[in-house]
């Protein structure tokens, strides 16, 4: 069975309309959060695409000691308060402990849970108790079907409604594969799949002390997952993707991101209108 989950006030899976997960890294200023917010509707807008506001608060997972992580739960929370007012736009952002789970609901119409921290059964626990949905990054290091027990950990807390991401697994060092094959097994659960086609395309710690990665490839792991069937779609973008505080080299600029689109949503459409 198809089930439906709702971000805000958006339908997500269960034969809706694909949706757009979107937005910086990390949480830079609120300058560039505005920005990318008001670029983003625009471009949604356009193109009659729901969209879900992404941007981190901390990123607990950078490679370096020295690497930017963010502004921090309050003042992060604070911005992305701003934007979802201003913007009129359901927000996502990771949470890393069950206690960032807790505060973070206030703000966030969707909690995300890493990839490498998808199997912490405190934190799922306890992002499922806050009632709000939670989508979970399939780690790197995780078979497609072991996803349904870190789904009924979330569940076993409450009933906001789970998401599967994929966002590559690990094929040797500093490479990530995707699996189109595993989307299609987390999909036979029924619930709504999301693909991170710009996380698959990084490569961790492949930077000289920083992740690096190939924006270039994005769009194509992305058509081709619109071909198998996504429920959504999470890209990171930014205005200056080459000077981003965070993930620049596989991020969108948001100046491409109208063009990247178009064909996807074609073949998501394609895609809809034959099966």
Known sequence: MKRTVKIGGIPVGGGNPLVLIAGPCVIESLEVARQAAAELKRIAAALSLPLVYKSSFDKANRTSIDSYRGPGLEKGLEILAG?????????????????????????????????????????????????KPVNIKKGQFLAPEDMENAAAKVESGGDGGVLFTERGSTFGYRYLVVDFMGMARMAKSGRPIVFDAT??????????????????????????????????????????????LCDGPNSIALSRLEEVLKPILAIDKARRENT
Request: some cysteine; aromatic content about 4%.
């Open 83 to 131: 934007i979802k007012a201003e913007f009129d736009l359901p927000i996502v952002s990771d949470v890393h402990t069950p206690e960032e789970a807790a505060m973070a609901a206030g703000v966030l119409d969707c909690l995300q849970i890493p990839a490498f921290l998808c199997r912490q059964t405190d934190l799922l626990v306890a992002a499922g108790k806050t009632g």
């Open 199 to 244: 996380h698959a395309v990084q490569s961790p710690g492949g930077g000289c002390g920083v992740s690096s990665g190939d924006r270039e490839l994005a769009p194509l792991l992305a058509r081709g997952a619109a071909g198998v069937g996504i429920d959504a779609l999470f890209l990171e973008v930014h205005p200056d993707p080459d000077n981003a």
